[in-house]
């Protein structure tokens, strides 16, 4: 069964409101989990690292500012798109890795689905 | 991390073997060679992972060439199931950077 959880799936909103999108490790404790987005089409491309207690880690290209990132506790970070218009329109997902080091697999949420109108 | 290199697509008919083919020629010493597959509108999921040795699991089997520099994903029968991206990612040894995805290879399965 799923072990990351995202939520929510798909979200419809107006431009210029703020989304708030969850991501929970079930039944681990997650110091790092990782947000990606992803465009009609393309591949995904790695947002920024969320580290827990601390700041989150953001790719070049990526506005701090308007992609927020709170990771609160070992098992819940959020990332909170601030005053979305539509080209923020994309699929968002999170992932976080069971063991930490050793190359053990990535564990990914089902994405959340953002559509600014 | 290193790049690789997958075909864009590949087809393949239900219920017969498939060969994903994955180049990397610049692969580090130690760099894993992890296999991930996205299937529509899902997050990605794990498929196997290896280093030097060929590796089978209940998913698929991963074929690594003797030189690292190319490495095969088997699913041994498809499933309609099975039609997805896949994505051929080299990551260090540590484990603990992110996932970089390429373009992957889209698999269409005909029934």
């Known amino acids: 069964g799923a072990v990351v959880s995202q939520h929510p799936s798909w979200v419809i909103c107006k431009s210029g409101t703020s989304v708030k999108i969850e991501c929970r490790s079930l039944d681990f404790q997650a110091t790092t989990m990782f947000w990606y987005r992803q465009f009609p089409k393309q591949s995904l491309m790695l947002m920024a690292t969320s580290n827990e207690g601390s700041k989150a880690t953001y790719e070049q290209g990526v506005e701090k500012d308007k992609f927020l990132i709170n990771h609160a506790s070992l098992t819940l970070s959020t990332l909170t798109v601030t005053s979305a218009h539509p080209e923020d329109s994309s699929f968002y997902i999170c992932?976080?890795?069971?063991?930490?080091?050793?190359?053990?697999?990535?564990?990914f949420g089902d994405g959340t689905r953002l559509s600014i109108l | 991390d290193a790049k690789t290199t997958q075909p864009n697509s590949m087809e393949s008919n239900e219920e017969e073997p498939v060969h994903l083919p994955c180049n990397h020629s610049?692969?580090?010493?130690?760099?894993?060679i992890h296999w991930y597959r996205q299937l529509p509108s899902q997050g990605p999921e794990y498929v196997i992972h290896g280093l030097t040795s060929n590796v089978n699991n209940r998913m698929a089997s991963l074929a690594i060439a003797e030189d690292r520099k190319s490495s095969t994903l088997i699913l041994h029968r498809a499933t309609l199931r099975d039609a997805a991206v896949y994505y051929c990612?080299?990551?260090?040894?540590?484990?603990?950077?992110?996932?970089?995805f390429g373009k992957g290879t889209r698999l269409s399965v005909i029934a």
């Open positions: 990612i080299l990551r260090d040894y540590s484990g603990n950077t992110p996932l970089v």
């Open positions: 992932s976080a890795q069971r063991w930490q080091g050793r190359n053990q697999p990535q564990h």
């Open positions: 610049t692969i580090s010493g130690t760099d894993y």
